[in-house]
């Protein structure tokens, strides 16, 4: 599997994840009944997922397999070792989960050692599906550990370094 970095969202990418968005509702969408809203929603949560410049996906038979957004460089503090996950999508229409959570592993271990960070973290704020989506990482992702910060429920991923 290939990790490549990418500057600009093309139309399909966008497409896909957009619908995404609508279907899935993650973090406060569940409560819009306005699908107008939802998709106004969707855009602005997309459009700022889009200003960063640490954007990785990893394509198999020319097929999206899977993206993942962390947070900007101009936002990368210095003294953290923690990289922050925005957002990540993985294809369930075209791939199993099992290759969906290999390929979004790939994508980690690459940004953490690009990136010169130890750990990734990302804030489950999602209230839709919230239940069965940590039921869903519990099943697939054997390398991810829970946590509580702050009252925020968090996970998180470590890799080893090898230089």
Same mark, same amino acid.
């Given at each position: 599997m290939k990790v490549k970095q990418i500057i600009k969202i093309n139309k399909k990418i966008d497409k896909k994840l957009f619908d995404f968005l609508l279907k899935s509702k993650p973090a406060d969408f569940g409560k819009i009944t306005s699908k107008n809203l939802l998709e106004i929603k969707s855009r602005d949560l997309l459009n700022s997922l889009y200003e960063s410049d640490n954007i990785f996906t990893i394509y198999e038979n020319k097929k999206l397999l899977a993206i993942v957004f962390f947070e900007a460089t101009e936002d990368l503090l210095e003294s953290s070792d923690d990289l922050s996950l925005q957002f990540? %999508?993985?294809? @369930?229409?075209?791939?199993?989960? =099992?290759?969906?959570?290999?390929?979004?592993?790939?994508?980690?271990?690459?940004?953490?050692?690009?990136? =010169?960070?130890? @750990?990734?973290?990302?804030?489950?704020?999602?209230?839709?599906?919230?239940? =069965?989506?940590?039921?869903?990482?519990?099943? %697939?992702?054997?390398?991810?550990?829970?946590?509580?910060? =702050?009252?925020?429920?968090?996970?998180?991923?470590?890799?080893?370094?090898?230089?």
């Open positions: 990540c %999508y993985g294809d @369930s229409t075209e791939f199993t989960p =099992n290759k969906i959570i290999q390929a979004f592993h790939v994508i980690l271990k690459f940004a953490q050692e690009k990136l =010169n960070k130890t @750990s990734i973290s990302s804030d489950i704020d999602r209230e839709n599906k919230r239940r =069965n989506f940590i039921n869903w990482l519990k099943k %697939y992702d054997k390398k991810c550990e829970f946590f509580k910060e =702050n009252n925020i429920l968090k996970i998180r991923w470590k890799y080893e370094k090898f230089n």
